[in-house]
């Protein structure tokens, strides 16, 4: 088979394909989606309870079903790290100090210590993490980039009336996404024009820290001399089409949500909501007591 | 063709500066995503670990065109490090890195404290303003995601100084090399010598 | 160009410098006094850095005078007030198709202009659907544009400007960087445009586009050499070659001809005029179709039956491969080159050679197959591959790219030096490598920034030559240059092709391939269609045609005439060929009378 040589850079680049399943996810209003994952990000990472990390899980679970793309193809993306997910949650579990309040030590040996907190924190730690894997996932697998940026653009619309320059920053936004190939395509380019003339970017060896810097030079200052050259030509090209702002502008695309999309913004608000509410009133601890309780009352 | 670096920023031309702040900041930006999946991103060192290189746009486009530029870059390249987190994971690394107050916030400031230490050292020399900008992005983007990780208490915090000691110094180092030889080079600075070395 | 019809452009006294506020000031365009009037077809011609490009920016406020005032439709350009006006009057497309496509998708690119100047929606829509109606683009309009070929690109960056319906486009150089076929597209759709009506100003570097125009401008160090109808222009010899550009190919048979049969006009311009003419002046007493001579070369170079220096043999490359997009980019591709000679590779965009050129040094390994230098395969372990590559030098397209050393002496010498020789070694190899291009030695203390473009070129192909590499390989070597760089490259390959050197050459322009080359290969969809003899492959039109290649302009001349029945020697290609040709064949008439 092939042995690749290290100058096609092009396959690295599908980070999170898109699957055209045309699932009923696919047609929901990217705006919308956009809010829901910002949502579910924040709730992930803020909510620090198990259970309502479970039920994230379980809604995201839920999602990807609807998508039509294959279960399995989310969860290979978890593959590589898995060990180090196990070994990280193992810190939390035993080597990290709390603050706070000392809580009663479940096991210790010198300075490892397990508490109800660390393994909690340790559970978390895994689930927020497949959450928000797998939540991205999902909106990876049915989003296009051009859905995107459209959705942050008419999102922030409103703002721009009070003077905020929402276009622009979907403007910078949509030419990042548009640069990315262009730029790759000219590193891999620099990549084998200096390969050609003998540059060795031998990273191996190791002959002094600023002498291997040198040898990044044939490839960073030409990069960025092209970028700036193309950002230039750029803008030449968006003067020439008259672009003043985002202000007065009309809109060729105009997203506009339907029942259904509302349907599915109520939904994922209240997945949210109710998980917060797990959260903030503690429920896994009165569930974990009732469960205590059962176990007890059970065994009498 | 037009001569690019004549045209730059001039007076007699009716091209606007935030086109150029727009583009500019995109441009970095994508940049900054391309080094972070191409080898070009990643400087390895003997101890193992790599050093990386996908802030440095950042502090080049806060260099060149101001604060705001350097926090949307910035945030782009948080954003871009979460996402690819997520979706890409790799390393262990990438299980903070899900959490945007790691992977996004943090970077909100390199161009900042970039461009306050360029502006700042800049009326002395222009050269050690531009190295003095790259050790300062670069320990602002080492310093605040280690430091919110100890917040958070991901990583015992004699982990962490030691991470910032071994991997922060010489990625300083590297960016102030990088950062200097680029701008210097682009907006033609005059080195040393003052011809070539044959 | 009476006073009557509408004025549309108006340059009064115009000079600009790029630094007005330097204490010397060079002007980039001097003393500029002229108008342009609407639904006029001009042609900007002159070397590079004769200020084309400038010139061209100041007719949509790009740039602004630095002294003198230039007026569109009575705006001045200097007014802010009325930038949009102007912008939206004047349209531009630039000539790299990556950088002025904006949008990610097609139509959204193309309303991308209407949108700021705050269209409403439907009109929006209704324009939309216009514009990529008049450049064909209509199946594309919802896909992405980085998918798009280069030629559509191009063809999108005018519909994004029409869109916004301006009265003139300006054409800065906006075909040089397609492949035949998309050029030829491309000056369709803009010659449409010209016929509903459009003001048409295109600068270019091909006197063969120009010729089409109705009026030239000749630009030299900023200022207009010359100004009137293309006949009369091109006319003006010696003025022309005083700045070092050339005429266009049929206008030098027409002249060449006119040497010999006085009666022939001498302002013919474009090839089908030239066979027009040619036609009525030979009386239309088609001699019958004897059969077809092969022309005789004066030195044909024998094959050898030595060992080539560089063999690749059945070579398959697949791109992705493994993923759902693998793309197979060679399918059983064999080439040989000898010592002493140069081969061409040709072929339509898309079909692989860059990718073949690419195996040659060994940067791509082919999934099957190998490259052989001096009967040495490349996937050889014990094959250094550094050695390999300073032995094969390969000079990329667009190789000014490469440079990255603040000055140039520097940027030749990263090669040898990189190859580990000592100090007076690299500088003896600069020195001889800066010389065999044109460049004196004491450019090594030049900012590399300074050098124009065909310098710049130069060097990188010094950087290459500096290696003494034994195979040269080159991947369309002349694109952009002007007339005059282009000659000078073409003098610098063939006088280095000598002492057991050999030069392989990938190019779109049949010109260079046709001088250069000893032996021709052609390649389409990553297959080898067939090679020999470079007249042998030239002489196959009909080959040609079907892998959407074309022949040089004066071979094609003979073409036009043996389609109407002449009977034309097969495979001559250069202009002294064809004129003698020519001249045959009126001789041989006007015997006959």
Redo the contacts between chains.
């Keep these: ?13 599908s ?2 394909q898109y699957m055209p399943t045309d699932s009923i996810i696919h047609r929901i209003d990217p705006r919308i989606k956009l809010v829901l994952g910002i949502l579910l ?2 709730a992930a ?1 803020g909510l620090g309870s198990v259970l309502s990390a479970v039920l994230l899980l379980i809604a995201v679970v839920f999602g990807l079903l609807l998508t039509r793309v294959q279960l399995r193809l989310a969860f290979t ?2 593959r ?2 898995a060990i ?2 196990i ?2 949650a193992l ?2 579990v035993f ?5 706070g309040a000392e809580d009663e030590a479940i096991w210790q040996w010198r300075f490892l210590r397990v508490t109800h907190e660390s393994i909690t ?1 340790g559970v978390l ?1 895994i689930l ?2 497949v959450v ?2 797998l ?3 999902l909106f ?1 697998f049915c989003t296009t ?2 859905e995107l ?1 459209h959705g942050i653009e008419h999102i922030l619309r409103p703002l721009q009336r009070i003077g905020f320059p929402a276009h ?2 979907a ?14 395509g ?2 891999e ?2 990549m ?10 031998g ?2 060896t ?1 002959r002094g ?2 002498r ?2 040198k040898r ?30 985002g202000r ?7 997203l506009r949500a339907k029942a259904g999309d509302y349907i599915a913004l109520l939904a994922g608000i209240s997945v949210i909501c109710t998980a917060a509410m797990i959260y903030f009133f503690h429920m896994d601890q009165l569930i974990w007591s009732m469960w205590k309780t059962l176990i007890r009352g059970g065994i009498h | 063709m037009v001569n690019v670096e004549n045209t730059y920023k001039r007076r007699n031309t009716l091209m606007s500066t935030n086109i150029r702040k727009i583009v500019i900041a995109g441009v970095m930006g994508a940049l900054s995503v391309v080094l972070s999946v191409t080898p070009l991103g990643f400087f390895p060192m003997p101890t193992g670990v790599s050093l990386t290189t996908m802030h440095i746009p950042v502090i080049l486009g806060a260099v060149l065109e101001g604060p705001v530029v350097g926090v949307v870059i910035g945030f782009i390249f948080g954003i871009f490090s979460l996402l690819r987190a997520a979706i890409a994971p790799q390393g262990p690394a990438d299980v903070w890195f899900v959490n945007p107050l790691v992977s996004v916030l943090p970077r909100l400031f390199i161009g900042i404290t970039a461009w306050l230490a360029y502006r700042a050292t800049r009326r002395i020399h222009e050269i050690p303003a531009l190295i003095i900008a790259g050790i300062v992005g670069s320990l602002t983007n080492t310093v605040l995601v280690l430091g919110v990780l100890g917040l958070l208490r991901k990583l015992p915090w004699a982990g962490i100084f030691g991470i910032a000691a071994i991997n922060g110094l010489p990625e300083a180092g590297l960016s102030a090399v990088v950062t200097f030889v680029i701008i210097a080079s682009w907006k033609k600075i005059e080195t040393r010598r003052k011809g070539s070395s044959i | 160009m009476s006073g009557h019809e509408n004025v549309l452009i108006r340059f009064d006294g115009v000079w600009f410098s790029y630094r007005p506020d330097a204490r010397a000031r060079v002007f980039a365009l001097q003393d500029v006094n002229l108008h342009i009037v609407e639904g006029e077809y001009v042609a900007v011609v002159g070397a590079n850095g004769s200020g084309k490009s400038t010139f061209l920016r100041q007719m949509n406020a790009l740039l602004v005078p630095t002294e003198g005032d230039l007026y569109v439709r009575g705006w001045n350009t200097k007014s802010r007030e009325h930038l949009l006006d102007i912008r939206s009057t004047v349209g531009m497309v630039f000539q790299e198709p990556e950088t002025q496509i904006i949008a990610t998708v097609v139509e959204e690119d193309v309303a991308f202009g209407p949108e700021n100047l705050g269209i409403p929606e439907t009109e929006l829509r209704e324009r939309v659907k216009w514009a990529l109606e008049s450049t064909g683009l209509t199946e594309m309009s919802k896909r992405p544009t980085s998918l798009l070929s280069s030629g559509q690109k191009q063809l999108l960056a005018v519909a994004s400007t029409l869109a916004m319906m301006p009265k003139c486009l300006l054409l800065d150089e906006a075909a040089a960087m397609l492949d035949p076929a998309s050029k030829r597209r491309f000056i369709q759709t803009v010659e449409t445009l010209r016929a509903q009506g459009m003001t048409i100003i295109t600068a270019t570097h091909s006197m063969e586009e120009a010729a089409r125009a109705d009026r030239v401008l000749v630009l030299s160090d900023g200022a207009i050499h010359l100004d009137g109808e293309a006949d009369w222009v091109f006319a003006q010899e010696e003025r022309l070659r005083k700045i070092k550009l050339d005429l266009p190919v049929a206008k030098r048979l027409a002249k060449n001809i006119h040497a010999f049969s006085h009666c022939f006009p001498e302002n013919v311009l474009t090839a089908e005029a030239l066979v027009e003419t040619l036609d009525s002046h030979l009386g239309g007493k088609k001699r019958q179709a004897e059969t077809s001579r092969r022309g005789t070369e004066p030195e044909k170079r024998a094959i050898t039956t030595d060992m080539p220096i560089l063999e690749a043999k059945n070579l398959f490359h697949w791109y992705l491969s493994g993923t759902a997009l693998e793309v197979k980019s060679l399918h059983d591709v064999s080439l040989r080159v000898y010592a002493n000679e140069t081969v061409g590779i040709i072929g339509p965009a898309g079909s692989g050679k860059s990718t073949l050129l690419l195996h040659l040094n060994g940067l791509l390994r082919p999934a099957q197959g190998d490259v052989y230098f001096d009967g040495v395969p490349l996937k050889t372990a014990s094959v250094n591959i550094g050695e390999v590559r300073s032995k094969i030098g390969l000079l990329f397209q667009n190789p000014e790219k490469q440079l990255f050393e603040q000055y140039a002496g520097d940027d030749v010498a990263f090669g040898p030096r990189n190859i580990n020789l000592g100090k007076d070694e690299v500088r003896e190899r600069v020195r001889n490598a800066m010389e065999m291009v044109g460049l004196p030695f004491i450019f090594k203390d030049r900012k590399t920034s300074e050098l124009s473009l065909g310098e710049k070129r130069r060097l990188a192909l010094a950087g290459i030559l500096a290696m003494e590499p034994r195979v040269l390989v080159l991947d369309e070597p002349t694109a952009s240059l002007d007339p005059d760089g282009r000659r000078q490259l073409i003098n610098i390959l063939a006088r280095w092709n000598t002492g057991g050197r050999a030069i392989v050459i990938a190019s779109h322009s049949m010109e260079d391939v046709t001088e250069l080359a000893d032996r021709t290969y052609v390649i389409n969809g990553g297959k080898l269609i067939t090679e020999g003899h470079t007249r042998d492959v030239f002489g196959d039109y009909a080959l040609l045609v079907k892998h959407g290649l074309r022949l040089p302009v004066a071979a094609d001349v003979l073409r036009q005439l043996s389609a109407r029945g002449y009977a034309v020697t097969e495979g001559l290609l250069s202009v002294e060929e064809v004129t003698e040709e020519i001249r045959r064949l009126v001789n041989d008439e006007t015997h006959r009378i």
């Excluded at chain 1, 080597?95 to 603050?99: I, N, Q, W, Y």
């Excluded at chain 1, 403007?171 to 790759?184: D, E, K, Q, S």
């Excluded at chain 1, 084998?192 to 970017?201: L, P």
């Excluded at chain 1, 990069?223 to 089409?241: D, P, W």
Aim: hydrophobic share 50%; aromatic share 14%.
């Design positions: 088979m092939t042995k690749r040589t290290e100058f096609e850079l092009f396959t690295k680049l980070i999170g990000i924040c990472v993306a978890l590589p790290v180090f997910l070994i990280l810190i939390q080597a990290v100090p709390r603050l924190a730690l927020r993490f928000i894997v939540g991205l996932s990876s980039t051009t940026t622009e920053l403007l910078t936004v949509n030419i990042a996404v548009r640069f990315i190939p262009i730029l790759m000219e590193a380019w620099l084998k024009a200096q390969a050609s003339r003998g540059a060795d970017f990273y191996g190791r820290f600023f291997r810097i990044l030079f044939p490839l960073f200052i030409p990069l960025f001399a092209q970028s700036l050259k193309h950002a230039y030509s750029l803008s030449e090209a968006m003067e020439a089409r008259c672009y003043v702002g007065g502008r009309t809109h060729f695309i105009r």
